[in-house]
Every structure is written in structure tokens, then in C-alpha cells.
């Protein structure tokens, strides 16, 4: 036959298989992933056209079922399987399988042909080849590495895909034990090799286990699935042992890959605390892949100030702020700049041009020389003595905006960063960019509640005559959110005092304006003198339509049902009593002069906002010089401790009526554990009396002459009390009061001036009908007393009262010039 010329159809018939020993390698999910040129050419494809095909795409017809029993047990099996050569027509080919597991469990399969022409002879030939050569040939030609070992575990034979691998040559590799050549490329795991190998001699079966070898410094370590199968001789006994290795590199990489992402997800993010977040960041890079890494954060982002994009070229002006550092050595000596410095990083620095670009890039020791030599001497310094030589700097953004600049640096690692590095360098500080982006809004959030509810809190030097005030606000601790608690002391008419406690449902910025809009509205009602018990019915008035006018906008972040929990106390010095409601409130604490100390009983009432129920208000006498301690809930409530234990704690804090607030506030919040979850509020007020001697009271007829007879009576109580400057207006007010009170109101009238820090005037008649300033014209003889009041006053106002109403008008007392 000419040279060149095709091969007779009556030839082609002759050798329908491969040579025997030729091989295909099947993953689990039953894809070709390798195979001998044998194979495909003898079912007419090149070999690189089958290599990722599914195997039962070429199948002809089903295997035998024995065949398919045996596969679906992963056993080994043996038989004839039907195949489809390329142009359509079926082929019969005798296969045996291996099953080989990795680590994980999964499934390979490495399959070869038997019994037929060997390789390198022309079809139907009939001359024999050499033994030997017929070995090596069907040994060379399998794709994967194998070598044959004895009982000694000495190597006798390798094949051509162990020398490429190893890239050893067979005076290298024979005649040294298993996991070892001359080269110095030792395979790590010797032990379980080793045990693996003395169980198959003991055992005769088929045993897998795992290896790895430290590569080039390129390449860095490869990892191998081995499995180590008995050589029998003719009488059965176990005379070697052969190993077929696969390469599994890539699937520990991935697996590694995993499990450094599932490490990050627990430990980087467990906080809302920005440095914090930067620390876990870097820690996890130098336990897994890093020798050294450094967390640098924008300036803007620690202090919280607003943070945009910048626009390209403009990154060099970004101030940074070291935030982490991390090494494998002891106290990062290889650090330059210290955690808290500031500085920036220009264009062309390595880290600029990952700036620049938007993500990470790698860079090598002559790289990371050539810049830093000419720019930073002491950084270079720092590259030599501790042999850096191989960057990843990776920015950290989120939502578009870059946050900082992460640094991996390696130097006790021989092997440089690679491009899988880069790629898990790359998820972990995007990870930790979310998480820091988080904490900085979740950051600005707090510091805008904390300001807004700190604008409308009292301001601490809050004093009333009435009552001695001390109080103390702590908001969540970092993480848990700013709430909706408050207090207020509000002064009312007659010199008693309002004592307003309330906390919000929910935290953020959304429950620090409910509790701003619900304070206004307090302010507001108690401006009107109601009841305590009416004015939790108008506020829960209000809470019920500020829910149905938040109701459109539930979808918005933050939006919910509305509700808050409230306590309105109203304390008259004069009576020396006090009036209580509450809405769903903690129960205020009454602690005596004598020592007693006690909880009020008091009528629970619903929280605000449930509409339809009624509000009940207590009374009870308070003697003076008591405290009495008004809080929310995040004072007795918490995880770490039972209720009952924190209320026998907070009687414990007040059990001592001479200690200053002060120091009392102190002491009751020295009872809080180290971690809050909840805002605390605490008022405490000591009650202070005003005494009969600064007290006047009458009860007038009520007859147009009386007035002259009010003023009279007003004049001798006001020289007693040694305030005759103040007669002239205090006469006019009463004047004008008592004749509005006898034209306008029904008997009895009432007179009463008490001199507290201002001189009140209140004159009470039995008419609901409240009064209102009128605009007299110049002809009218009357319809200016009331305008007259308000010129002359500080303030004025009027109240219902069980019997009717009180018109009252403080006046500003001139001190008494002393005598000469």
C-alpha cells in the first residue's frame, strides 16, 4: 500500500476498539474530562471534541443491566458497551471501570479497554510485538499518573502523565518509596499514605486518601486524590501495589475558597463598629491567605461625614485613615504608618492604581520595588529587611462608593499571590465593604436621632420651684439604635409642676420624631391644665391618627405601626398631692422621707394608640422632701436579668432620701448590665412644699362692691409678705380678675395669691365658661380686663377645676430695695 494512501474499507473492520488500555476519565456529574488519542480517534472525533461531553451522549444503547447495577453501587464492573461512532454506525467495545473517590465522596471513573490489537500495528496485521514494549505502551498511554510499587512501597514503574506531572525523569523517580523523588519534590501526607498503603497489603482491597506536594513557587502546592490498588500474582497473594493519581488542585482551591467565605460570613460584620469591622477583615486575611494586611477606611467615613464618588483622577485626593493591621509576626513590624495616621496615595502608586481602576490588582516583587524605592525610602527599607514580595490592594466599596483600601502583603509564604487570590481578596472586601458601609449610615442614623431627641429633651440645669430634678438619659448601647424614650417637666399654673416620662416603639430616626411630635403634643395639652388621665385620652387620640396618616407610607424604610407607652404626673406644693395616669407604663417608685420605699399602685391604662379604652388617673399624698423616680423600661428590663431582681435593685438605689439625686441617679444606674438594648430614662424629683404662710385664700360674694374689698385684702397680704412694689400691678390684676369673675362667672368666687417665685393671682368661680381676650373698640366701656392681665403679666391662662374654672396671671416679683 502506497505511503499516504487510506486504509481499505476491509481493514476497517478489522479493529473496531481501541488498543487495550486505553482510557477515559468520567467526573461525577458523568462529564469526559480526559481520555488516550486512542479513543477518539477510534470513534472519530479529536480527543479535545470529547472532553466536556456528557459520557452517555456517546452510548448507542443502554449498557447491560448488570453493568448498570454495578455503576449505580460504584463498584468496579467489566462488560461490553455499545457506543456510536461519529458518522452514526454502532460500536461494541469491552470497557472495565474503576471507581475513584475523593475526599468529599465524589464519584470518578477511569475506564479502559481490553483485549484486542495493541497499539502501532496496521490493521490486520498479524505480527507480535514485544511484551514489553506492549506495557509501557498501554502504561504511557493512560492519562492519568499511575505508578507500580511493591510491598516495600518502593517505586518500580511510572507511566508518561507521572513524569509530566512531576516533571521528573525515571531515573528521578524509581527505586525511591512513594510520595518521594530526587528532585526534593516530597508529597506532604506521607502518614496516611503510608497507612493507606500497608491497608491495602493487609486488606487487598482498593484503598483512596489524599496528598499534596509543595509545587514550584509559581505554581504553589497541587494537591492529588490517590488510589492505591492490589497487584495480585497467579496464586492471589498481593505482590504491589499500582496508584493511579488525580489532580484535584483545583477542586481544594474551590473547597478552600468556600471555606474561607463561610469563615468571613461568621467573623467579619459581627459588629456596627467600623474599626471593629476593618480588625475582622484583616484578621481573617492573615489566618488564611496573607502574611501581613493593612485596613485603611476614607476619613470621611469615621467621622461620618457624607461620602461620595469621586470623579476619575481625582483619588489621589482622598484622605485615608489606617484603621487595621494584621501579621503573621508578633506586634506587625512591618507596618510604617501607625493605626490612627492619616495620609493619601498617589496615582501611580500600586494602590492608587487599584483606586483608579475600581478593584483589586496584583503586583510582584520588582513591581512593588520600583515604586517605593523612589518614592518612600522607608517602605522600601521595610520590603527588604522583611522580604515582601507579592501585593494585592483591593478597594472596598459598596453601593458605588469606595470606603477604603485593603493591602495583602506576603513574605514568610514562598508562593506569590495569584489570580484565585486576588479573586478571594476581592469577595472578602466586598463583603467587608457592605458591612462598613452599613456601620457608617447605620452610624449617621444614631448620631441624627441622638441629636434630635437630645434638642428635645430637657436641658440638665432644669429646675422648678416645686419640685428638686435630677434625671439621666442613656441611649442603646452601639448597635441595638437610638429610641424613643423622654421626659419632660412641664411648669403648670398654681405653682404645681407636670412630670412627663414616655418611650416610643421601635429605634432610629423614624421613633426619635414620633417621640418629638408626641413631646410637642404634651407640651401642648398640658399648656390647656387638663386632667392626667384626659390628656393620655387626647394623646392616644393622636397616636391613633398619626398611625391611619402614616398608613400610605408604610412601605417606606422605618414605617410602622405607631405606639408608645406614657406616664403624666401633675405635683401641687400647696396640697402636697400628686396626680397620676399612665398609658402601659412602668409604675413610678415612691420613696419617703422615713425610708419606706414603695411602687404606686396605680390603674395599668393600654399604650397609646389602641383606642377605645379609657384611662384612669390616681391620687395620693406625697410628703415633702420624698423622691419620686419616674423611668422606662430599658432601667428594670433586660436580658441578663429577671424584672424582679432589677425592681428590688432600683428600691435598693432609693432606700437613701438624704443622698443628693444626683448621686441617687448614679446608684440606680450603676444597677444596669455592661451591654443595653434598650434607651434608659430616669427622672427623679425631690417634692419641696409650699407652706400656709405663702398661701392666701378667700372666698368673695359675688357683688360688683366686693371688687374694692379684693383689692383691699390683696394689698395687706402683699405688705406682709414685704412685697409692696408689686402691689400697684397685683392690685390692677386682682381688680380686673374678680369684677370679670362677678360679671362673667357664677358664685362662689375664690380668691388665692400665692408668692413662689412669682406672685400668682387665681380667682375661681362655678362657670365652665372659659375666657378670651376681645378687642374693645375706642367707644366700649368694658372688654379690656383681660388685656389689661395679659400687658401686666408674665403669663396667664385658665383651668377647669371639678367646681368650674380659675383665671390665674403670674406677676414678676421687684425685689425690696434694702434701707439705708
Same mark, same amino acid.
Given at each position: ?8 474499507? =476491509? ?31 477510534? +470513534?472519530?472525533?479529536?480527543? =479535545? ?15 447491560? /443491566? ?30 472495565? $471501570? ?10 470518578? *471513573? ?21 511484551? !514489553? ?74 484503598? %483512596? ?14 494537591? *492529588? ?76 467615613? +469615621? ?50 492604581? $487599584? ?17 517605593? $524605592?523612589?518614592?518612600?525610602?522607608? =517602605? ?34 514562598? $508562593? ?8 478571594? /481578596? ?6 467587608? /465593604? ?16 441622638? !441629636? ?116 403624666? @404626673? ?11 395616669? #399612665? ?14 420605699? #414603695? ?18 388617673? /390616681? ?21 441578663? =436579668? ?48 409650699? &407652706?400656709?404662710?405663702?398661701?392666701? %385664700? *378667700? ?14 385684702? @390683696?394689698?395687706?397680704?402683699?405688705? %406682709? ?23 362673667? &362667672? ?29 378687642? !374693645? ?5 368694658? &372688654? ?9 403679666? #408674665?403669663?396667664? &391662662? ?7 374654672? %380659675? ?14
Amino acid at each position: 500500500m502506497a505511503k499516504g494512501s487510506a486504509i481499505p474499507d =476491509r481493514h476497517r473492520s478489522v479493529r473496531r476498539e481501541p488498543a487495550p488500555g486505553a482510557g477515559v476519565m468520567v467526573d461525577p456529574r458523568g462529564v469526559v474530562i480526559a481520555l488516550s488519542p486512542d479513543v477518539g480517534r477510534f +470513534l472519530g472525533y479529536e480527543p =479535545r471534541e470529547l472532553v466536556g461531553r456528557a459520557a452517555t451522549e456517546l452510548l448507542a444503547e443502554p449498557p447491560p /443491566a448488570a453493568v448498570q447495577r454495578s455503576h449505580v453501587r460504584r463498584e468496579p464492573w467489566s462488560g461490553r458497551v455499545t457506543l456510536r461512532h461519529r458518522d452514526g454506525h454502532p460500536l461494541s467495545w469491552t470497557l472495565r $471501570a474503576h471507581p475513584l473517590r475523593d475526599a468529599a465522596g465524589d464519584t470518578y *471513573w477511569f475506564l479502559t479497554t481490553e483485549g484486542l490489537e495493541p497499539p502501532g500495528l496496521p490493521p490486520g496485521s498479524s505480527g507480535e510485538p514485544d511484551i !514489553a514494549l506492549l506495557k509501557q505502551w498501554a502504561l504511557d498511554q493512560l492519562p492519568l499518573p499511575m505508578a507500580l510499587y511493591d510491598r516495600r512501597g518502593v517505586r518500580l514503574e511510572v507511566n508518561a502523565a507521572m513524569r509530566r506531572e512531576s516533571g521528573s525523569e525515571d531515573h528521578e523517580l524509581l527505586d525511591r518509596p512513594i510520595g518521594e523523588a530526587r528532585t526534593g519534590d516530597t508529597a506532604l501526607g506521607l502518614q496516611s499514605i503510608g497507612d493507606a498503603m500497608r491497608e491495602v497489603l493487609h486488606t487487598g482491597k482498593t484503598v %483512596t486518601c489524599e496528598a499534596h506536594s509543595p509545587g514550584s513557587g509559581v505554581t504553589g502546592p497541587r494537591f *492529588w486524590l490517590l488510589s492505591l490498588y492490589p497487584v495480585r500474582g497467579p496464586g492471589g497473594q498481593v505482590c504491589g501495589i499500582s496508584a493511579a493519581a488525580v489532580n484535584t488542585t483545583e477542586q481544594f482551591r474551590a473547597r478552600r475558597r468556600l471555606a474561607v467565605l463561610n469563615d468571613a460570613t461568621l467573623r467579619i460584620g459581627t459588629t456596627l463598629d467600623l474599626s471593629r469591622t476593618a480588625d475582622e477583615l484583616a484578621e481573617v486575611g492573615t489566618d488564611h491567605f496573607a502574611d501581613f494586611v493593612l485596613v485603611d477606611l476614607l476619613d470621611s467615613v +469615621l467621622t461620618g461625614e457624607e461620602t461620595e464618588e469621586t470623579v476619575a483622577g481625582d483619588h489621589s485626593l482622598l484622605v485615608f485613615r489606617r484603621t487595621a493591621k494584621r501579621s503573621v509576626l508578633p506586634g506587625c513590624p512591618e507596618s510604617v504608618v501607625p493605626v490612627g495616621g492619616i495620609y493619601t496615595y498617589p496615582e501611580d502608586s500600586p494602590p492608587g492604581r $487599584a483606586l483608579a481602576a475600581g478593584r483589586g490588582t496584583l503586583h510582584h516583587a520588582r513591581d512593588i520595588m520600583q515604586w517605593w $524605592a523612589e518614592h518612600s525610602p522607608e =517602605r522600601a527599607r521595610v520590603i527588604r529587611e522583611y522580604g515582601i514580595h507579592s501585593l494585592m490592594a483591593v478597594p472596598l466599596r459598596a453601593r458605588g462608593v469606595t470606603l477604603g483600601l485593603a493591602l495583602f502583603f506576603r513574605h514568610r509564604t514562598k $508562593a506569590p499571590f495569584q489570580v484565585d487570590d486576588l479573586r478571594l /481578596a476581592e469577595e472578602l472586601s466586598a463583603r467587608a /465593604a457592605v458591612h462598613v458601609d452599613n456601620a457608617r449610615r447605620y452610624g449617621r442614623e444614631r448620631a441624627t436621632a441622638l !441629636a434630635l431627641q437630645q434638642s428635645i429633651l430637657p436641658h440638665p440645669a432644669l429646675h422648678h420651684p416645686a419640685v428638686e430634678i435630677a434625671s439621666r438619659y442613656l441611649p442603646a448601647h452601639f448597635g441595638a439604635g437610638i429610641g424613643g424614650d423622654w421626659f419632660d417637666v412641664i411648669p403648670l399654673s398654681g405653682a404645681r409642676v407636670a412630670l412627663v416620662v414616655g418611650d416610643v416603639v421601635g429605634h432610629g430616626i423614624t421613633a426619635s420624631a414620633t417621640m418629638g411630635r408626641l413631646c410637642t403634643a404634651v407640651r401642648t395639652l398640658a399648656d390647656v391644665d387638663l386632667a392626667p388621665d384626659e390628656l393620655l385620652t387626647h394623646l392616644d387620640d393622636l397616636v391613633l391618627l398619626m398611625d391611619r396618616d402614616d398608613t400610605d407610607d408604610r412601605s417606606a424604610p422605618g414605617s410602622g405601626e405607631v405606639g408608645a407607652s406614657c406616664l403624666y @404626673a401633675v405635683y401641687d406644693p400647696v396640697s402636697r398631692r400628686c396626680t397620676v395616669a #399612665r398609658a402601659g407604663h412602668p409604675l413610678p417608685v415612691l420613696a419617703t422621707p422615713d425610708g419606706s420605699v #414603695r411602687f404606686l399602685d396605680l390603674p395599668a391604662g393600654p399604650l397609646l394608640g389602641l383606642g377605645g379604652l379609657p384611662f384612669e388617673a /390616681a391620687e395620693f399624698a406625697v410628703p415633702e422632701g420624698s423622691v419620686l423616680a419616674f423611668y422606662t423600661d430599658g432601667l428594670i428590663e433586660s436580658p441578663a =436579668r429577671d424584672v424582679d431582681e432589677a425592681c428590688d435593685l432600683l428600691r435598693a438605689a432609693l432606700a437613701d432620701p438624704g443622698l443628693p439625686l444626683e448621686e441617687t441617679c448614679d446608684r440606680a444606674l450603676g444597677m444596669l448590665p455592661d451591654a443595653r438594648t434598650d434607651d434608659v430614662v430616669l427622672l427623679l424629683t425631690r417634692t419641696r412644699a409650699l &407652706g400656709a404662710d405663702r398661701v392666701a %385664700t *378667700w372666698e368673695l360674694p359675688s357683688e360688683p362692691s366686693v371688687v374694692a374689698l379684693a383689692r383691699e385684702l @390683696a394689698c395687706e397680704r402683699l405688705a %406682709t409678705w414685704q412685697l409692696e412694689d408689686a402691689a400697684f400691678v397685683a392690685e390692677l390684676v386682682v381688680s380686673e380678675l374678680v369684677t370679670n369673675a362677678i360679671r362673667y &362667672g357664677s358664685p362662689p368666687v375664690h380668691l388665692r395669691l400665692i408668692r413662689d417665685t412669682a406672685l400668682i393671682c387665681e380667682v375661681g368661680d362655678a362657670s365652665s365658661t372659659a375666657p378670651h381676650l376681645k378687642r !374693645a373698640r375706642l367707644s366700649d366701656e368694658g &372688654g379690656r380686663g383681660l388685656l389689661i392681665v395679659a400687658q401686666l403679666s #408674665r403669663r396667664w &391662662g385658665s383651668r377647669h377645676t371639678r367646681s368650674g374654672k %380659675t383665671i390665674w396671671a403670674e406677676l414678676p416679683l421687684t425685689p425690696q430695695l434694702p434701707t439705708p
